[in-house]
T-cell receptor, first 110, second 112 residues
């Protein structure tokens, strides 16, 4: 079955600490993966896509096909990074669905 | 214009009412989506329109009826909803490749 797994519901770190939000996927084809962020009372926003290899707001994510992972990392967390983070997988082989993991709530403490 | 706009922002409706949610985008995207999101949960896909044709219906009850009048507009018609249908309803649009989805701010629906 095709799915996205985010094992941590809540991740709490102190400002300036490194942060890693985990994402694993199960997909038979070549995956198209994204990270979305939802700040309090704001719309869901695209943070990263694996094909662009960009760094947005200091976040990076590398696709590891061997480990079927797409973890999101930031070397120094900031308080404004506190939000809900969703890993998402686009399913070309099911007519074009974007499915989401359960989400990880990141809390960055001062 | 790089936004997806949804109206209304909030809606309270009775179980016998009929209402509609509206979504608009002017980015030339040919795929449009409806999602339902409960508090602290991920968005759940309901419908996908591709080139104005319904391509995916995720076994959504018939009290939800989607419509795509043209390439910029997407509606969700609501009839005889249940209190458990109360949620944030999100619209999104994307190019076909790469399939980066842009989301609206949502309509917060309360069924009383």
């Amino acid at each position: 079955a095709q799915r996205v797994t985010q094992p941590e519901k809540l991740l709490s770190v102190f400002k300036g600490a490194p942060v890693e939000l985990k994402c694993n996927y199960s997909y038979s084809g070549s995956p198209e993966l994204f990270w979305y962020v939802q700040y309090s009372r704001q719309r869901l926003q695209l943070l990263l896509r694996h094909i662009s290899r960009e760094s947005i707001k200091g976040f990076t994510a590398d696709l590891n096909k061997g480990e079927t992972s797409f973890h999101l990392k930031k070397p120094f967390a900031q308080e404004e990074d506190s939000a809900m983070y969703y890993c998402a997988l686009f399913l070309y082989n099911q007519g074009g669905k974007l499915i989401f993991g359960q989400g990880t709530e990141l809390s960055v403490k001062p | 214009d790089t936004e997806v706009t949804q109206t209304p922002k909030h809606l309270v409706m009775g179980m016998t009412n009929k209402k509609s949610l509206k979504c608009e985008q002017h980015m030339g995207h040919r795929a449009m989506y409806w999602y339902k999101q409960k508090a602290k949960k991920p968005p759940e896909l309901m419908f996908v329109y591709s080139y104005e044709k319904l391509s995916i219906n995720e076994s959504v009850p018939s009290r939800f009826s989607p419509e795509c009048p043209n390439s910029s507009l997407l509606n969700l018609h609501l009839h005889a909803l249940q209190p458990e249908d109360s949620a944030l309803y999100l619209c999104a649009s994307s190019r076909t490749s790469p399939p980066e989805a842009f989301f609206g701010q949502g309509t917060r629906l309360t069924v009383v």
